[in-house]
């Protein structure tokens, strides 16, 4: 259909293309060739350079430094067969590299360093479109926050999710697995091999995360967005309709540029609203509302966490992948992507179904009818998962603004907390407060953490911890652990989080402690009393107490954080917002639509 229509298309464009700026000047041929000879030095030739062809950039972050992302170096090549194909010329680039799990001291920082660069690079080159390859946790949004400020043609290609990770015939998913294993380590269920062992059995072939983390999660957005081929972000990396998938999308974005539609023409209100819908019955991760709420910011549309809870929280879990079911990829993929997520909320009158996607068509034409058979990963709107499966915003005299997945709290959990609670919406907890995830493993063993405790941990919000650590994941102490306590406490804290708990986790708390938010002047004892029906989190400790501890912190000068190691951290902390309002940096959102000037 596609080709169909590629070969209709009167390849003459209606007007000159922005690459004309720079490659073909007809009144100043020394300045086209000067623009032009590095471009020859490699084989491409002048005819090709200066018949108004569009000039499409191959943004890809795959290295050896980047293995979640490295299959975009096969993947380029075939996105690039595309390109040629359909009459365009392709110029292929790196972009920053990410390396989720060992980048110090977190990939987060990166996520605007990949933004400004790439900014700069669609903006000073003779770009007329922009296939942008996409994958692990922040590449994805920092390529959306550029297509967004830059506002060229683009489309987004995943790498596609690892395969299905197996002990015996046991399913074991990337990234979450760390966490079992932390906990059967901490329980002396498993000795030090085993844990290697154990984890890296989760992460079985090229790809990112095979579970529904950050990766999978903004993947599926930037589909629900619009701003990817409809059906391509849960195909496995290694899989032949990967690269198939590359092929078509180098052929789109060709016709992308010939129909000038733009970032602009697709992330609309609306396609942001359907991102949110979608990313509740995904079980999508609580990193999503700050990569889209930061993508949001960066295309000049009004989001926020009240859209959050408002549009997403009511809506059902309607797939069964790690971490709030049972699956991995594979099975999402099989069962149909997300087009079949998207069907079931279409057949409800739960998307905006007519808005325009980066083929060309609506919504409603890419998803419609594209139900899943497998009623075991896909769900029926009717039968879901679980029902109420969104975030709540929750706000309070301890935060602004902070998020809570409801779709994580085990029953063990629910029976425990809220069923025997006057209030089986509320509950009350003593916090243990850890200022970093230095101080929680130094302390946890020793503190005083009972059956009851709320775990909270400070410090680890963008200034704090420059970049904002996924550290609010807290397992409790090796001896309640040994006495068999049967889920997991609540946590709180100004950081993010990673996979899952099973507990009630609240997250992204801002102001963070370093911004000297209430949480630094939280102590340990004080009880915390977290009501879901008013989504509250409130110290039960009097006004004139907080009063008297915030006057006592900013005597010593506020919230004492690590110093910055690097000029970049520095520079970071200078220039970005609270989680709560994208973590972006508040003076580049003033430059919009930087391609159009
Ligand atoms: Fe790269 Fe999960 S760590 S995708
Ligand atoms: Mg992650």
New binding site residues.
């Given amino acids: 259909e596609l080709e169909d229509r590629l070969k209709g298309l009167d390849t003459t464009p209606a007007k000159t293309l922005r690459s004309t700026k720079w490659l073909n000047h007809p009144d100043d041929i020394p300045m086209s060739a000067l623009m032009m000879d590095r471009y020859l030095n490699f084989g491409l030739t002048r005819e090709e350079l200066m018949s108004n062809k569009p000039i499409i950039g191959i943004a890809q972050s795959g290295s050896d430094l980047a293995p ?1 992302n490295r299959y975009h170096l096969t993947l380029a090549k075939r996105v690039r067969e595309g390109i040629r194909t359909a009459g365009g010329i392709a110029i292929e680039f790196p972009t920053h590299p990410i390396q ?2 060992s980048r110090r001291p977190t990939a987060t920082l990166d996520r605007n360093l990949s933004y400004l660069s790439l900014v700069e690079l669609l903006y000073a080159y003779p770009f007329d479109g922009v296939v942008l390859l996409t ?3 922040k590449t994805t949004p920092a390529c959306l926050m550029a297509a967004a400020t830059v506002n060229i043609p683009a489309i987004c290609l995943n790498v596609g999710p690892m395969l299905n990770g197996y002990d015996k015939r046991e399913l074991i998913g ?2 979450t697995v760390v966490w079992k294993a932390r906990e059967l380590h901490a329980a002396g269920e498993l000795d030090d091999e085993g844990v290697v062992e154990m984890v890296t059995k989760g992460t079985p072939s090229a790809g ?2 095979n579970t529904m ?1 950050t ?1 999978s999660t903004m993947n599926a957005l930037a589909e629900a967005l619009g701003m990817a081929l409809p059906g391509s972000a849960a195909i496995p990396a290694p899989y032949k309709e990967r690269q198939q998938c590359a092929y078509k999308t180098g052929l789109q974005i060709v016709e992308m540029v010939h129909a000038d539609r733009k970032p602009s023409d697709i992330m609309t209100r609306e396609a942001f609203e359907n991102a949110i819908v979608a990313n509740t019955a995904i079980g999508g991760s609580t990193n999503a509302p700050i990569h889209l709420i930061a993508i949001a910011k960066h295309m000049g549309v009004p989001l926020n966490l009240d859209d959050w809870d408002t549009l997403g929280h009511d809506l059902p879990l309607l797939l069964n992948v790690q971490p709030a079911g049972q699956n991995l990829c594979e099975e999402y993929y099989r069962a149909g992507g997300l087009p079949a997520i998207m069907a079931e909320l279409l057949d409800q009158g739960k998307l905006h179904a007519d808005i325009l996607t980066a083929n060309g068509k609506t919504m409603r034409q890419n998803v419609a009818g594209k139900h899943s058979w497998d009623r075991d990963t896909i769900k029926s709107y009717a039968e879901p998962l679980m029902r109420q499966a969104g975030f709540l915003h929750l706000k309070g005299n301890l935060f602004d603004s902070a998020i809570m997945k409801a779709s994580v709290i085990s029953p063990a959990f629910h029976a425990a907390f809220l069923e025997n609670s006057a209030d089986p919406n509320a509950f009350e907890c003593r916090a243990v407060v850890f200022d970093g995830p230095e101080d929680y493993k130094a302390r946890i063993d020793t503190a005083h953490v009972d059956a009851r405790t709320i775990l909270v941990m400070r410090g680890t919000g963008p200034l704090g911890y420059p970049g904002a650590a996924e550290v609010v994941n807290m397992t409790a102490p090796g001896h309640l652990l040994k006495a068999g306590l049967a889920y997991s406490l609540p946590c709180i804290g100004d950081g993010r989080q990673s996979g899952t708990s099973g507990s009630p986790s609240i997250l992204n708390a801002s102001p963070e402690a370093a911004a000297n938010g209430n949480l630094a002047i939280l102590r340990d004892g004080d009880v915390l009393r977290v009501d879901l029906t008013k989504r509250r989190v409130d110290m039960q400790v009097s006004d004139a107490e907080i009063a008297e501890r915030r006057e006592a912190l900013m005597a010593k000068g506020g919230y004492q954080m690590v110093e910055s190691h690097t000029p970049y951290q520095d520079f970071f902390r200078r220039e970005v917002g609270p989680l709560s309002e994208g973590m972006v940096f508040e003076r580049a959102v003033k430059f919009q639509r930087v391609a159009q000037r």
Avoid: L, T
Wanted: proline residues 0%; glycine residues 24%; charged residues 15%.
């Fill in positions: 979640c989720e799990s994958g692990c946790d990337s990234g990112h995360c983390g990766a």
